[in-house]
């Protein structure tokens, strides 16, 4: 059983890096009921009165932590003292605390005093996982600007449809993203810095490249600014995979909430293993995420809040990310499911133990429930499980699933942060055909369901957005009451969540709800299937059916039906897939590693419709 006394208070220190135990660990799974009340337990012991992560209700009434940064710019500021400690390391780029700091305050003054930037002016930065991407941002925070973190995968189109949107006074880039935006620059009459440019032109453009950019002085200060919490931080454009990209704007307090949401979930998790945070060596991160995306500002608010190491990738790549775990001694894994069963692939042929790894955390994707078997049967219980949940408009994670609670219910993304508040509502849908699309349309009602219903997942926290940059009825829309409507079908269980679904991916047929991400994680799990998507597709009678498109791995031998019946041991009659299009080629994703269903809707609705000509032939 576990330990009935409360575990033992946080040390000073920072509550991110992993501690010694304090005590021997239970051998034996504890029950749901056992593991809810060590978790409610920690979080009292975590959030009491001036405990690390003490917790008040603000003048919005919305729950903030009571201490801490309440700016960007207070909190880089404090990362400063980490000195010589490395934080940036990119194949033989290496850039300690101080150095950074140095390089982001003397931007920052350049940006203020040679570009006369002022507050609220927005600053567009726009690279791949460059250290000077960080350089870059926080040069932009430490000036006092908004910060537009822009995807680095984007089109010029896609560019410039932000650029028009959000008018940045500068761009900050790197050469392989200037043909994109040169053209709206020149247009705009905007300024470019330019990073690892190499030979690269923009004729017509105001062009200054960083590495002619005098030395950074190690003691000189950043522009004398000091942002209020109230003011707005960031711009970061939501993915677009139903449609035009948003800008969710988010106030410095809302991402200095957002900053202590990892460290608060890196200390329950040592508290309930029963060590004491704050002690031990800081974390080492491979860097996976690409920086633009919500979750690696999850993944980088955490570590520098503990002075840990960033190593960067120029691109993914399973066996180097094994290479540089080997020589850095990463000791924390972060990414999106994908890349996860990759880095774990890779390891078993090369028969490597990841003996520096303590943590695999996954996010971005609904992860397969067999992951977190797969990594305790290979590894035991040195490497902690962790997923969870965040949203662009969440400025990254706000709940966490890890270790025991984890292993004990894989299929669910965990508890909220203390300053996150959850409610699972009703929906209702019209009668399914009703639509030209021929499904049904969802859309909640407001009512708060009790445990174990599912429902619409509203938040309401410190960490979330303020709004959609410029477009009030979209921000109107999203929220009700100060409660945001995620969009996203949900559970709620002893203070757990499991998400089921999208809102607009849920398939109705025939009257019974069908959840794609549960279909497309049972798929996932047969030995032969790399990836799979799964959505809903016309029917003349039951309004829609599902279909499923399958990636195979190398040499599979498993048949459309031999997936329908692998999937019809788990789920019920009506969830097996009516249609399933197999493929060897990758299935369309973001640059988050979202899938792209839009994209696959063609050819799932062909393919059903060949199957019913021949069908009715």
Known sequence: MPHT????????????????AGGACPSAAPDSAALTERARRVEAVLTAPGAPFAVVRGEQGVLEYADGPRTLREFVEA?????DRPFLVAGEQRFSYGEFFAAASALAVRLSESYGLRPGDRAVVAMRNHPEWQIAFWAVQLAGLIAVPLNSWWTEGEFAYA???????????????????????????????????????APGVRVERYEEFPAPDPLAAPPDVEPRPEDDATILYTSGTTGRPRGAVATHLAQAGAALNPRYHAAASVLGRGGTPGLGPAPVCLMTFPFFHAAAFTGFYGAMAAGGTLVLMHRWDADEALRLVREHGVTHFSGV??????????????????????????????????????????????????????????????????????????????????????????????????????????????????????????????????????DAPATAEAFSGGWFRTGDLAVLREGRVSIVDRIKDLVIRGGENVYCVEVEGVLRDHPDVVDAAVLGVPHPVLGEEVAALVRLRPGAAVTADGLREHVARSLAAFKVPAHVLLTGEPLPRNATGKLLKRELRAPLLAHAERARRLTDG
């Open 5 to 20: 006394d409360p575990p033992p208070p946080p040390s000073p220190g920072h509550p991110d890096r992993p501690g010694r």
């Open 337 to 470: 499911p994908t890349t996860g069963l990759q880095l774990l692939d890779a390891a078993e042929r090369a028969g490597d133990r990841l003996e520096s790894l303590t943590l695999f955390s996954t996010g971005g994707d609904a992860a397969p429930q067999g992951l977190v078997g797969r990594l305790t049967a290979g590894y035991g219980e040195r490497v902690e499980p962790r997923n969870g949940y965040g949203l662009t408009e969440t400025c990254g994670g706000v709940l966490a699933n890890f270790g025991s609670e984890y292993r004990a219910d894989p299929g669910s993304v965990g508890r909220p942060s203390p300053v996150t508040e959850v409610r699972i509502t009703a929906i209702r849908a019209t009668e399914a055909g009703a639509t030209e699309a021929g499904a049904a349309e969802i859309s909640a009602t407001g009512d708060v369901l009790p445990d174990g219903e599912p429902g619409e997942l509203w938040l309401r926290g410190q960490s979330l957005f303020r709004g959609y940059w410029r």
């Open 79 to 83: 990362t400063w003292a980490y000195g």
């Open 163 to 201: 650029l028009d949107d959000c008018e940045p006074g500068v761009l900050l880039v790197d050469g392989e993203r200037l043909d994109r935006v040169a053209g709206w620059a020149r247009r705009a009459g905007a300024r470019v810095v330019l990073f690892h440019g190499g030979g690269r032109t």
